[in-house]
């Protein structure tokens, strides 16, 4: 297993509310763009579920899709991912059988952490030779 260990940034945020039915929770469906540069170049794309409360904290699971170059290799790879607000991180897996291209074939897991100074993305992953 390889560590990638990098920080990451939000481009994109699109929400959109599909359950308002109570004053709280709200219920969001939101189309998320990050970029990375530095051990894993590129972009990614996930669609994320969230439930927000009165007070601000929130759980979510999403979706990316990530069109990335890792080690010299160029191609994408599905992770899913969630968490607590309160925890400010989202763990998940990558999708067994998602790599394209030169990534085909990774495996692994990913983290997300957040807090007031920086966004981190931790990548553990195995490439075939």
Known sequence: M???TMPFTVTGWDANHYDETTFSPTLSEVTVKKSFEGEMNGESVGKLLM?????????YTIMDRFFVEIEG????FVAIHGGMT?????????VPGSGTDRLEGISGTIEFRS????????LDYSLPE
């Open 2 to 4: 390889k560590n990638i």
């Open 86 to 94: 309160d925890e400010m991180k989202a763990k998940g897996k990558i």
């Open 51 to 59: 439930c927000t409360s009165r007070d601000d904290s929130a759980g």
């Open 73 to 76: 290799r160029k191609g994408s």
């Open 115 to 122: 807090d007031e100074n920086a966004k981190t993305i931790i």
